[in-house]
Each structure stands twice: as C-alpha cells, then as structure tokens.
C-alpha cells in the first residue's frame, strides 16, 4: 500500500472561490506529479516536480499553480474555481535511480472537485 | 509525438476469458511502457511494466506483448475473474531521456473491462 494523501477527497466549491489540494507522502520520494482525470477516464500531467523548489507545468495546461517547499508536500491551488476546473485531480510520486531510469509511481486516491 | 492511443474504450467478457487491450506509440524515443490497473474511487496502481529489450512479460495471470517495430504493445489477462473488473491504462515514458522529461509518464485513454461471473 502506497503511502501517499490527498485531502480533501471530495470538494464542492463555488465560482471564484480560492482552493488548494493537498498532498502528501511518506515515502521520501524526490519526483512529484498532479494529473487532472477526465469523467472519460484519461489522465493528464498538469504538474510535476523534481525535488524542493522545483516544479514545472505538464503537458495540458492548467491555471492551477504548486509549490514544492518540502519534499513530502505538494499542493495544488486553484486562485479563482471555475466550472471548467470540476474533474478529479489525482496526485503521485515516485523515486529515481541513478541515470534517470525511474521506480513507478505511486498515486493517491484522488480528489473530486466540482465548482458550481 | 507524445501521445499513446489505447483501445477498446470498453471490453465485457465471461469469467475465464482472455481480454486483451492495445495501445500504439509514436515517439520512438518511449523506453518505458507500464500498465496501471484503477478502481473506483481510487487512483491507479502499477500493474506489470515492460522495458524495449524485451518483447514479453509475463507476472502470474498478465502478460504484456511488445512489438518494437510496430510501435505497439499489449496486455493479456490470462483466465480473468470478475475481481479484474476495472480501468486499465497503458502508458509510456523516456526513462533514459535526461533533462527535464525522464519520469513524465504519457497514458492511453484507458479501457473499462468488466468480467461476468
């Protein structure tokens, strides 16, 4: 079982509220990732982060920003919710070896948002 | 080219059958070709994962085919069980790229298999 959070799971906000997503693991890991999950099912790096205070915007853009100031802690903000950001947002992490080759990632359960 | 494509969307079939999912890559650049297996309310889990060197894998009832030339690998699940019944993404990744793009994962769209009893 991976040991990687996110909270909250589910979350119902209106228009233009400010809102961040947590999340968190134990595991020591450097690289970090957030996916948005379409209701279609496919997922979509929205962010990744490499180690503390490196971060860089995934292949689908997004106007949501993070920060990565501890190695266990990546969030998510949102400045301004709108109804095009309801999707569930997916957090992972992974290890790396030496030369780049990379361990799997591990993700969290996912948060639900819907911004009404 | 960084996209993969996956197919079928959906797969239904009888306890015991064989379902296979296929997905097709452009970027040759790809060394890294996992499988993630997701049910619902969770986030997906590493299933079996296959590096080009070879051109099959097989952990207990999965089997991943790869064809290098074709740009095309697959998952087999042998004797499948209602418990398989899940989302199940390919996926692709420049391990050895370097830089900023070694780790980035890129996935199918994913394959929603039931298994009936």
């Known amino acids: 079982e991976a040991d990687i959070y996110q909270t909250p799971r589910y979350l119902v906000i209106g228009t233009g509220k400010k809102i961040t997503l947590e999340c968190s693991q134990t595991?020591?890991?450097?690289?970090m990732y957030w996916y948005q999950q379409d209701p279609g099912m496919e997922l979509h790096l929205i962010h990744y982060s490499y180690g503390v205070n490196s971060t860089e915007k995934g292949d689908l853009s997004s106007e949501s920003t993070v920060s990565r100031i501890r190695t266990e802690h990546f969030p998510l903000t949102l400045e301004s919710a709108r109804p095009s950001h309801t999707s569930q947002y997916l957090c992972a992490s992974s290890e790396s070896l030496d030369r780049g080759r990379s361990y799997e990632q591990y993700f969290g359960p996912g948060t639900r948002l819907t911004v009404t | 080219q960084q996209q993969v494509k996956q197919s079928p969307q959906s797969l239904i079939v009888q306890k015991g059958g064989i379902p296979i999912i296929n997905c097709a890559y452009e970027n040759t650049a790809f060394d890294y070709f996992p499988w993630y297996q997701q049910f619902p309310g969770k986030g997906p889990a590493l299933l079996i994962a296959?590096?080009?060197?070879?051109s099959e894998k097989k952990e207990g009832r999965f089997t991943i085919s790869f064809n290098k030339s074709a740009k095309q690998f697959s998952l087999h699940i042998m004797d499948s069980q209602p418990g398989d019944s899940a989302t199940y993404f390919c996926?692709?990744?420049?391990?050895?790229?370097?830089?900023?793009?070694?780790?980035?994962?890129?996935f199918g769209q994913g394959t929603i298999l039931t298994v009936h009893p």
């Open positions: 296959i590096r080009p060197d070879v």
């Open positions: 595991m020591g890991h450097d690289k």
């Open positions: 996926a692709a990744s420049e391990e050895n790229a370097g830089g900023t793009s070694y780790g980035k994962l890129t």
